[in-house]
């Protein structure tokens, strides 16, 4: 069963009889229906009532209505309104735009608009480059999305895509104070996309592609890098890939392996899959058996993806032919982006000794991390009510601040890795267990940290 969690945190206004035991009746009726307070409020105090703002979370909709029901089932209490947290926090978006200098006289005016304007106007069409410097291009980046592929949902399209991409955005000025702008696009056309953004490129210093659907999104993003003369980044390939290594990196230390000695299987071949593949490669792994619903890539099959011939001509030392659950009989590491449950606790027992697991589809993962710890030494999900959550916010931040900080266009993997290593740097080894082999999202070092090592390696190439 799942946890109460803040993402159903509920606001209940309750009236109720006036009495020394009103509040605690209260508390231990939403504790009984299962669910977690975390306020009580009086906001009116009368001779014969009260009325009592009772915050809690709980776990899903339904959830929220046994509680609601479980209040109302008190003598004389009456649940005037019930409000759900996450949507107010939603109400009229997450962002908004703050000019940077004030215009308080005419003066202020006349330099930030006309006619002063007219003359850094000129200096850009003169120099195109002075836009980087002279516009909000120095730290501004588009957000992208054409909504085909949104967290676990799916096709919801742009509209319902644009609340993740709000929260992309106020990360990125959160953790690395780069501005960032959500541009939901209303096609799903490949031509149509690579079009759209390169006519809306002068604006941004980068590009951020989200939650677009594989295999359309490789497409996307080689044209787009190479049409372009400003970074583009998939953060669902190379985000994912960049804390994953950092985190596989650490692991590796806890149980003494290396990684060019372990046998890892990839569950998934979609975006985030190949990216993961392909920086591990980069990093020195040598025995990585990739797994698509259909079981191991092997060099026997002729595939129609460009990206699965890849695998298939530079993964799989051993040829071996199988399904998942023979594949991970004998690994040392199980790193998954596929779907829920494709595993159970027989076949995490039947890993080597000292086994990693980094079970990380969401919300529900590859295998029941409980179970998984059981028998595997180390342990992480993409999920935050587990320890070792493998979280993109701890990459894309400071690796499009030091992008943007470079004045670079190209992406490499020696930049990939160096944020890696930025990363899994920030547990030092007089900290580093099972438990915790990932800094947290909110270590404040973080960006900062990956933002130069980007800087320095983007210097190098």
């Given at each position: 069963?799942?946890a109460?969690?803040?993402g159903?945190?509920?606001?209940?206004?309750?009236?109720?009889?006036?009495?020394?035991?009103?509040?605690?009746?209260?508390?231990?009726?939403?504790?009984?229906?299962?669910?977690?307070?975390?306020?009580?409020?009086?906001?009116?105090?009368?001779?014969t009532?009260?009325?009592?703002?009772?915050s809690?979370?709980?776990?899903?909709?339904?959830?929220?209505?046994?509680?609601?029901?479980?209040?109302?089932?008190?003598?004389?209490?009456?649940?005037?309104?019930?409000?759900?947290?996450?949507?107010?926090m939603?109400?009229?978006g997450?962002?908004?735009?703050?000019p940077?200098?004030?215009?308080?006289?005419r003066?202020?005016?006349?330099?930030?608009?006309?006619?002063?304007?007219?003359r850094?106007?000129?200096?850009?069409?003169?120099?195109?480059?002075?836009?980087?410097?002279?516009?909000?291009?120095?730290?501004?980046?588009?957000?992208?999305t054409?909504?085909?592929a949104?967290?676990?949902?799916?096709?919801?399209?742009?509209?319902?895509?644009?609340?993740?991409?709000?929260?992309?955005?106020?990360?990125?000025?959160?953790?690395?104070?780069?501005?960032?702008?959500?541009?939901?696009?209303?096609?799903?056309?490949?031509?149509?996309?690579?079009?759209?953004v390169?006519?809306?490129?002068?604006?941004?210093?980068?590009?951020?592609?989200?939650d677009?659907?594989a295999?359309?999104?490789?497409?996307?993003?080689?044209?787009?890098?190479?049409?372009?003369?400003?970074?583009?980044?998939?953060?669902?390939?190379?985000?994912?890939?960049?804390?994953?290594?950092?985190a596989?990196?650490?692991?590796?230390?806890?149980?003494?392996?290396?990684?060019?000695?372990?046998?890892?299987?990839?569950?998934?071949?979609?975006?985030a899959?190949?990216?993961?593949?392909?920086?591990?490669?980069?990093?020195?792994a040598?025995?990585?058996?990739?797994?698509?619903?259909?079981?191991?890539i092997?060099r026997?099959?002729?595939?129609?993806?460009e990206?699965?011939?890849?695998?298939?001509?530079?993964?799989?030392?051993?040829?071996?032919?199988?399904?998942?659950?023979?594949?991970?009989?004998?690994?040392?590491?199980?790193?998954?982006v596929?779907?829920p449950?494709?595993?159970?606790?027989?076949?995490?027992?039947a890993?080597?000794e000292?086994a990693?697991?980094?079970?990380?589809?969401?919300p529900?993962?590859?295998?029941?991390?409980?179970?998984?710890?059981?028998?595997?030494?180390?342990?992480?999900?993409?999920?935050?009510?587990?320890?070792?959550?493998?979280?993109?916010?701890?990459?894309?931040?400071?690796?499009?601040?030091?992008l943007?900080?470079?004045?670079?266009?190209?992406i490499?993997?020696?930049?990939?890795?160096?944020?890696?290593?930025?990363?899994?740097?920030?547990v030092?080894?007089?900290?580093?267990?099972?438990?915790?082999?990932?800094?947290?999202?909110?270590?404040?070092?973080?960006?900062?940290d990956?933002?130069?090592?980007?800087?320095?390696a983007?210097?190098?190439?």
């Amino acid at each position: 069963m799942a946890a109460p969690s803040p993402g159903y945190s509920l606001t209940l206004r309750v009236e109720t009889p006036a009495s020394i035991t009103a509040t605690s009746e209260l508390a231990a009726a939403v504790g009984s229906a299962g669910a977690h307070i975390t306020a009580l409020d009086v906001t009116e105090s009368h001779h014969t009532h009260m009325v009592v703002d009772v915050s809690c979370n709980t776990m899903n909709v339904a959830h929220g209505e046994q509680v609601r029901d479980a209040l109302n089932e008190l003598d004389g209490v009456n649940v005037r309104n019930v409000s759900d947290r996450t949507f107010l926090m939603h109400l009229g978006g997450k962002l908004e735009v703050v000019p940077k200098v004030a215009l308080r006289n005419r003066d202020d005016l006349s330099r930030a608009y006309t006619p002063g304007v007219a003359r850094v106007c000129m200096a850009i069409a003169e120099n195109p480059a002075d836009a980087r410097n002279l516009t909000v291009k120095r730290n501004t980046i588009a957000v992208v999305t054409d909504g085909s592929a949104v967290l676990g949902l799916g096709n919801i399209g742009p509209a319902a895509a644009l609340p993740v991409m709000e929260g992309k955005a106020a990360l990125f000025k959160q953790f690395a104070d780069v501005d960032a702008w959500p541009v939901c696009l209303d096609t799903q056309d490949t031509d149509e996309i690579v079009m759209i953004v390169k006519a809306l490129a002068p604006v941004y210093g980068g590009v951020n592609l989200e939650d677009i659907a594989a295999p359309r999104c490789f497409e996307i993003e080689a044209r787009l890098r190479e049409e372009l003369d400003i970074p583009v980044f998939h953060d669902d390939q190379h985000g994912t890939a960049i804390v994953t290594l950092a985190a596989l990196a650490n692991a590796l230390k806890v149980v003494e392996k290396k990684i060019e000695d372990v046998r890892i299987v990839v569950s998934g071949v979609g975006a985030a899959g190949n990216a993961i593949i392909q920086l591990l490669a980069a990093r020195g792994a040598k025995n990585i058996i990739a797994c698509g619903r259909n079981g191991a890539i092997t060099r026997d099959e002729q595939y129609a993806d460009e990206h699965r011939v890849w695998l298939a001509q530079n993964t799989n030392p051993e040829n071996f032919s199988g399904s998942l659950k023979e594949a991970v009989v004998n690994a040392d590491v199980f790193i998954g982006v596929s779907a829920p449950n494709v595993l159970d606790e027989v076949d995490i027992a039947a890993m080597n000794e000292r086994a990693i697991v980094f079970a990380m589809a969401n919300p529900d993962p590859e295998v029941d991390p409980e179970v998984a710890g059981r028998h595997a030494a180390v342990v992480a999900t993409g999920r935050s009510d587990f320890p070792n959550q493998i979280n993109n916010v701890l990459a894309f931040p400071g690796f499009f601040r030091g992008l943007l900080d470079a004045g670079v266009a190209d992406i490499t993997d020696e930049m990939l890795l160096a944020a890696a290593d930025a990363i899994s740097a920030r547990v030092g080894d007089d900290e580093l267990n099972p438990g915790f082999i990932i800094p947290s999202v909110f270590d404040p070092q973080v960006a900062t940290d990956v933002a130069v090592a980007v800087e320095l390696a983007a210097k190098k190439d």
